[in-house]
């Protein structure tokens, strides 16, 4: 049974599931019905980052236009242009046994694609959501819903796995940034 968390809470991922090692990260949302001539593109993003909290070096920014980590360790299963159906509109997997020694948290991201151009921002987004599966057997490990708090923003950090004692935690974030994309790129140390 999935636990739902609510913002700034914590879990533990791997200490309560012994030998998990491979999860897949599914994102979610739909969209407000708005009428502004052009079609919402949200994405996924995944930033592999040190002690520092920057990426170690641009390889370490996994998206759709970098879908699989040198590592083999996140692999983007692709970008989902519309958010259109139900479930998840875009899925990361994880294989935690092989995240370099050198990362320390892992940070999910969602922008708007082009949000300045199409005047669109996540107040016009909802049913936001990350989930946390067991890639073994599809059971759902972790739910948390973003809600509805955003109003300007064009990006957030959703939420970000991190090490703690050898053991691999769930921190629920839900950060909204403007500037999207490339405001987190320079956060998070990625060259732009």
Not at 45 to 53: I, P, R, S
Not at 90 to 102: A, G, R, T, W, Y
Not at 147 to 162: N, P
Request: charged share 20%.
């Amino acid at each position: 049974m999935a636990v739902n968390l609510s913002k700034g809470q914590k879990v533990d991922l791997t200490k309560g599931n012994p030998g998990l090692t491979k999860i897949m990260v599914g994102l979610g949302w739909d969209v407000n019905k708005y009428d502004g001539g052009f079609a919402f593109d949200l994405d996924a993003a995944v930033f592999m980052l040190g002690e520092n909290g920057k990426v170690n070096s641009d390889s370490d920014f996994v998206f759709y236009g970098n879908k699989e980590h040198v590592s083999g360790s996140v692999i983007h299963a692709g970008d989902n242009l519309t958010g259109e159906g139900d479930g998840d509109d875009e899925v990361i997997q994880v294989d935690l046994s092989k995240v370099p020694s050198n990362v320390s948290r892992i940070a999910f991201t969602v922008t708007i694609y082009e949000a300045d151009e199409r005047n669109q921002n996540f107040g016009q987004v909802n049913n936001s959501y990350i989930r946390v599966l067991n890639q073994a057997n599809g059971e759902e490990l972790i739910h948390f819903d973003l809600g509805e708090d955003f109003s300007i923003e064009t990006a957030v950090v959703v939420a970000e796995l991190y090490r703690y004692n050898g053991e691999w935690k769930f921190n629920a974030i839900g950060s909204g940034y403007s500037g999207g994309l490339a405001a987190l790129c320079r956060d998070y140390g990625v060259n732009v």
